[in-house]
């Protein structure tokens, strides 16, 4: 089992940032990958950004150059950067962790907006 928990979320302006963190704990050494899923309102949940154990990023067309994820495998933590901020990037964003027998875990999600 993985335990996933995310913090960081808030309300923000167009154009300012916001810097997402999801803590893992439970069975780490299973987990392959971690990634960052956004559910807008009366949308369905979409990729934002995942990583691999290794470093190797991918993202959204819609995040690509404004967002950042990153890893502390000290502290077995995953950082979204989420910068120049946009209306359309309101939503819930979700934690994600992937385990290298193809299980999914999700954290209880955390609330983006942006708004002027």
């Known amino acids: 089992q993985v335990q996933l928990v995310e913090s960081g979320g808030g309300l923000v302006q167009p154009g300012e940032s916001l810097r997402l963190s999801c803590a893992a704990s439970?069975?780490?050494?299973?987990?392959?990958?971690m990634g960052w899923y956004r559910r807008a309102p009366g949308k369905q949940r979409e990729l934002v950004a995942t990583t691999t154990v290794s470093g190797t990023p991918n993202y959204a067309d819609s995040v690509k150059g404004r967002f950042t994820i990153s890893t502390d495998n000290a502290e077995n933590t995953v950082y979204l950067q989420m910068n120049s901020l946009k209306p359309e990037d309101t939503a819930v964003y979700y934690c994600?962790?992937?385990?290298?027998?193809?299980?999914?875990?999700w954290g209880h999600g955390t609330q983006v907006t942006v708004s002027s």
């Open positions: 994600s962790a992937r385990t290298w027998s193809m299980v999914v875990y």
């Open positions: 439970g069975s780490i050494f299973s987990i392959n990958d």
